[in-house]
């Protein structure tokens, strides 16, 4: 009975894996086709900010949306102007959905990978997060008056 | 060996605790579910425009995860389930900052505008009194051909300058009194 219930659970858990790759993947995607699609230009965002609505001054995350815009045109330099963190969030998504696929793939081509994959999976994400996502951090510590 | 073969998640008639392994898959499943949109929630939470509403997700994958954790039998890892919970919590409390952020933006604002408008009235104060200390009349009068003018001067230095002369007479007079 223990054989069996270990040789269900065993794939059962390498498929949630790749499960949760595989959406992980799909929302990345959708976020680079949401970029895509409105194009600054024409600037018809659906996302405002609160920020500059209430003070009239713009904040930090301001422009995200056509940095990343640019970032798929491969116009970097107005990029970095609209939003300076805007490339580095473009990056970690990009990176993030490499990772999805190449992690995906070890994990189907090497089926003996068990939990050390996952681990150096989260691992590398955390600390691409982090890396990526520390202005915006640093600017909720500060303003919730904990930093 | 059939046991092996069969991995559809539906249990075979050889498995006692049939009921049980769907249980656990809908435990697995709502653990995955769960996991996802805590990371999902846990990365919008973070930026500051989005992270508000970040939390409507956040209290979903929390809801999810303890619907699974419910629901997965003893035998079940529960580590996605756990992890999708623990994620879901922090993204949860990341984007509940977020409302002390935006009340503290507003807060600013308010006082930062409220100062504003203190320092134009006091500027426009200021310029009116300037103008009115300095601000010179003179009024011109003409009849039959004869002109008069008459010159007020408002100016605050010589108001000062009068009442200094009428202070030094009052004293010279004050003194020639107590001489005499």
Same mark, same amino acid.
């Given at each position: 009975?223990?054989?069996?219930?270990?040789?269900?659970?065993?794939?059962?858990?390498?498929?949630?894996?790749?499960?949760?790759?595989?959406?992980?993947? %799909?929302?990345?995607?959708?976020?680079?086709?949401?970029?895509?699609?409105?194009?600054?230009?024409?600037?018809?965002?659906?996302?405002?900010?609160?920020?500059?609505?209430?003070?009239?001054?713009?904040?930090? =995350?301001?422009?995200?949306?056509?940095?990343?815009?640019?970032?798929?045109?491969?116009?970097? &330099?107005? &990029?970095? %102007?609209?939003?300076?963190?805007?490339? &580095?969030?473009?990056?970690?998504?990009?990176?993030?959905?490499?990772?999805?696929?190449?992690?995906? &793939?070890?994990?189907?081509?090497?089926? =003996?990978?068990?939990?050390?994959?996952?681990?150096?999976?989260? =691992?590398?994400?955390?600390?691409?997060?982090?890396?990526?996502?520390?202005?915006?951090?640093?600017?909720?510590?500060?303003?919730?008056?904990?930093? | 060996?059939?046991?092996?073969?069969?991995?559809?998640?539906?249990?075979?008639?050889?498995?006692?605790?049939?009921?049980?392994?769907?249980?656990?898959?809908?435990?697995? +499943?709502?653990?995955?579910?769960?996991?996802?949109?805590?990371?999902?929630?846990?990365?919008?939470?973070?930026?500051?425009?989005?992270?508000?509403?970040?939390? $409507?997700?956040?209290?979903?994958? $929390?809801?999810?995860?303890?619907?699974?954790?419910?629901?997965?039998?003893?035998?079940?890892?529960?580590?996605?389930?756990?992890?999708?919970?623990?994620?879901?919590?922090?993204?949860?409390?990341?984007?509940?900052?977020?409302?002390?952020?935006?009340?503290? $933006?507003?807060?600013?604002?308010?006082?930062?505008?409220?100062?504003?408008?203190?320092?134009?009235?006091?500027?426009?104060?200021?310029?009116?009194?300037?103008?009115?200390?300095?601000?010179?009349?003179?009024?011109?009068?003409?009849? +039959?051909?004869?002109?008069?003018?008459?010159?007020?001067?408002?100016?605050? *230095?010589?108001?000062?300058?009068?009442?200094?002369?009428?202070? *030094?007479?009052?004293?010279? +007079?004050?003194?020639?009194?107590?001489?005499?």
């Amino acid at each position: 009975m223990t054989g069996v219930a270990i040789s269900r659970y065993v794939p059962a858990d390498r498929d949630s894996y790749l499960v949760i790759n595989l959406v992980l993947a %799909t929302v990345i995607l959708l976020v680079f086709i949401y970029s895509g699609i409105f194009s600054p230009g024409k600037d018809n965002y659906p996302v405002v900010c609160i920020h500059e609505k209430v003070t009239g001054q713009p904040c930090i =995350s301001c422009g995200l949306s056509h940095s990343l815009s640019l970032m798929i045109r491969g116009r970097i &330099a107005e &990029a970095r %102007t609209w939003n300076a963190n805007g490339p &580095a969030i473009f990056i970690f998504f990009a990176a993030q959905l490499i990772m999805r696929i190449l992690f995906s &793939a070890c994990r189907v081509k090497y089926p =003996s990978t068990g939990k050390e994959l996952i681990i150096y999976d989260i =691992s590398g994400s955390t600390v691409l997060f982090l890396v990526a996502f520390f202005p915006f951090l640093i600017n909720i510590f500060s303003l919730s008056g904990i930093h | 060996m059939e046991d092996q073969i069969n991995n559809t998640g539906q249990g075979s008639a050889g498995s006692s605790p049939g009921a049980g392994y769907t249980g656990s898959r809908t435990g697995q +499943n709502l653990g995955i579910a769960a996991l996802i949109t805590a990371i999902v929630t846990f990365v919008f939470a973070v930026i500051p425009c989005v992270g508000l509403i970040a939390i $409507i997700p956040g209290v979903i994958a $929390i809801v999810l995860a303890v619907v699974g954790l419910s629901r997965a039998s003893e035998s079940e890892s529960r580590g996605v389930l756990i992890a999708g919970l623990v994620i879901a919590v922090v993204a949860s409390i990341i984007s509940f900052s977020q409302l002390f952020v935006a009340g503290k $933006i507003i807060e600013k604002a308010k006082r930062g505008f409220g100062g504003d408008i203190e320092n134009i009235i006091r500027d426009v104060q200021k310029d009116v009194l300037q103008d009115l200390e300095d601000a010179k009349i003179s009024i011109k009068v003409e009849s +039959n051909g004869d002109k008069v003018e008459i010159k007020a001067d408002t100016g605050s *230095r010589s108001r000062i300058e009068e009442l200094e002369e009428l202070e *030094r007479t009052d004293s010279l +007079n004050s003194g020639t009194n107590v001489k005499k």
